[in-house]
Structures are given as structure tokens and as C-alpha cells.
């Protein structure tokens, strides 16, 4: 794998920019492959997708989905993200977490805009120091006594509860809203939602129908399952569950009658129609025969030998504006 902005911070760490005393917090945590033991030994890790805080804990860190306590810290590291607002939002708590005189690092790339986080913060405090590598820029500052105000990434559209960063953060997104036109009366009993985001599609099939006698929803992000949790309008005998899970790595096959989905087609950084697919393996694996799977792709998406290699058979039920929903039975 290329070098990225992860080893330059390593790199800048090794050079000893900082020193791992007292209690360091990480933000938007990620595994640091040789990372020195002293430096794991200070370090409490946040990080909400679940595939990167499973490889945190089993790398030993100490790592939650959300930091909830209210010790002050020596240091700070903010690995930047693709999203401006949660990489802003991250700084400024790391900035008020922090003890006076503590050190600040921020690591990132172009495409995570290393650029613009560094011009931001410039005109609030003065930047100590940077260091570059393999296209990465790793820059510091000393945090004063003051306390910026954070900004509030949770939001309501349409009556839901959203927050920046989660998948279809500004309201329901168009192939999902097409896949749940086809949530009729056929369907019922125990049904999942696999990546359920923030529960649209949950949401959509408990007011579409009453038959549901079971509905587990899914998700790797911690932040969206918990909007999840207020979205889903329940009705009476039914209680939806929800699971904070790597469906790709430890998902625990139940026997259901109906999968609903529209699975993911992004890693962190990239298109990748392997998730995908990985996606309608585990809703073919989790399905009695009979069972049957309701999913809407981006209609380029070649999904197609994947689903009839693991289902009997399978047609598209609709094409429309560039997405197309599929009915597979197992
Ligand atoms: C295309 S979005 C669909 C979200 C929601 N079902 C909707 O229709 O609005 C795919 C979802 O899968 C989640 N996801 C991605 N990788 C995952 C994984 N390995 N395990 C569980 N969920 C995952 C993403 O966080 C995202 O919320």
C-alpha cells in the first residue's frame, strides 16, 4: 500500500514533534501501524465506523465510539476526514478538551483538505509548526485558555434527526426513496435492514405496512444508528432492534424473511462495488430458502453475477433515474 497520511504522522512522531505524556486524545482514530508502545500507552482513541474502531480494539488501543468524559488532555491528534464540518467540529473539541499549553496535531491530505483546516485554523491561533511527507502535511499549535464554541452537527430535515457526515445527511436519498415504493403488503414477518444509515427505509416499510413481526436494523456508523434509534416511528408488539456492526466481519446469521437494503458503494475513500457485493453475499446468507432480498444499486453497478450466484433467482423490478431495485429469492 502507498505511504499515506497516517506514516507521515507516524514519521513526525518518530522525529519526536510531541512527547507521549499524560492522557492523549485521538479523534476520527485510525490504526498507526508501528506505532511506538509509548505512545499506544497514553493514547484513548475515538472512532464511530465500526471496521476501524474493531481494528483499534484489537490492536489494544483504547478506543470508544464517542469520547463522553470530561478528564482534560495533554495532547491531542486529529486525523482529518472527507467531511469539512466534522474535521472543524473535531479540532474545536479537541481544542477545548485540552489542557493549556497542550499540543494540537492535525494529519491529513489533499483529499482530505489538509489545506483549508490548516488556513482555518491559522485565524484563530498561530500554527507552531508542520511537517510534509508522502502528499500529507501533519501541523501543530498550542492550545491557549480559551474556548470556541462548537458547532452543532446534529440537524432536523423533514422531521428527521440527521447529523453532518452520515450517509444522505440532507434528507432522503432518491434510490432509496425509489426502493421503498415497493415496500407493499407482501411485505412481513421477521425482515432486516442491512446498513441501515439513519432507519429511512425502516421507517418507510413500518408505515407501509403492519405485517412486520420482527425488523433488526444494522449499521456501522455509530452516529447513524443512533439517529436510527429516534427516526424509526414504532407501532404497537414491535420493537425494532438496532446493532452497531462490521456486517463484512462479524455478523451473526438469523434466520429472516425479508432483507431490505441499499448497500453501501463507497470505502472511506473510494467507489468499491466489492462492499456491495460483500453486502448481498451476507443478506443471501441470512435468508431461508424462500427468502427474499428488496434492493435498490446505482443501475451501473455490476452486481448482477454476484446476485445470481447466491440467490435462485432474481429480477429488476424497476429502473429510474439512474438506479435500478432488485427482487432476488433465495
Ligand atoms: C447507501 S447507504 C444506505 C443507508 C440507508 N439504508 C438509506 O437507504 O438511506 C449504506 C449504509 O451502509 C453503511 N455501511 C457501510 N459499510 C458497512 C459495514 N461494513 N457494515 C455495516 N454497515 C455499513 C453505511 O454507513 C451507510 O449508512
Request: charged share 25%; with cysteine; glycine share 8%.
Amino acid at each position: 500500500m502507498k505511504p499515506d497520511y497516517k506514516d507521515a504522522l507516524i514519521l513526525a512522531l518518530d522525529r519526536g514533534i510531541a512527547e507521549p505524556l499524560g492522557l492523549w486524545r485521538m479523534y476520527n482514530a485510525m490504526q498507526l501501524q508501528d506505532l511506538e508502545d509509548g505512545w499506544k500507552q497514553v493514547l484513548k482513541c475515538e472512532q464511530a465506523l465500526r471496521p476501524e474502531f474493531i481494528k483499534l480494539d484489537r490492536a489494544g488501543c483504547s478506543v470508544v465510539p464517542q469520547f463522553e468524559d470530561a478528564e482534560k488532555s495533554s495532547g491531542a491528534i486529529i486525523l482529518l476526514g472527507r467531511n469539512r464540518k466534522v474535521n472543524e467540529a473535531n479540532i474545536i473539541r479537541a481544542w477545548n478538551a485540552c489542557d493549556e499549553g497542550a499540543q494540537i496535531i492535525v494529519a491529513g491530505d489533499k483529499t482530505a483538505g489538509v489545506g483549508s483546516a490548516r488556513k482555518w485554523i491559522s485565524q484563530k491561533t498561530e500554527i507552531a509548526d508542520s511537517f510534509s511527507k508522502h502528499h500529507a502535511v501533519v501541523f501543530w499549535f498550542i492550545k491557549k485558555d480559551d474556548i470556541w464554541a462548537e458547532p452543532d452537527l446534529i440537524k432536523e430535515v423533514e422531521g428527521y434527526h440527521l447529523a453532518e457526515g452520515m450517509f444522505s445527511s440532507d434528507g432522503p436519498y432518491k434510490g432509496s426513496i425509489l426502493l421503498a415504493e415497493h415496500f407493499d403488503k407482501r411485505l412481513g414477518g421477521p425482515v432486516t435492514d442491512l446498513g441501515c444509515g439513519w432507519g429511512y427505509l425502516s421507517n418507510e416499510l413500518l408505515k407501509r405496512t403492519t405485517k412486520v413481526t420482527e425488523l433488526a436494523l444494522y449499521e456501522a456508523d455509530y452516529h447513524a444508528l443512533e439517529a436510527a434509534k429516534k427516526n424509526v416511528q414504532q407501532y404497537e408488539g414491535l420493537t425494532p432492534t438496532f446493532h452497531w456492526c462490521d456486517l463484512t466481519t462479524e455478523y451473526k446469521k438469523k434466520p429472516y424473511q425479508w432483507v431490505i437494503m441499499n448497500p453501501p458503494f463507497h470505502t472511506a475513500r473510494s467507489a468499491d462495488p466489492e462492499l456491495g457485493k460483500r453486502f448481498i453475499q451476507v443478506a443471501a446468507s441470512t435468508l431461508p430458502s424462500g427468502g427474499r432480498l428488496l434492493m435498490v444499486a446505482n443501475r451501473n453497478l455490476p452486481y448482477e453475477d454476484t446476485l445470481s450466484k447466491v440467490f435462485r433467482h432474481f429480477k429488476v423490478l424497476q429502473e429510474r433515474d439512474g438506479f435500478k431495485v432488485i427482487e432476488a429469492v433465495k
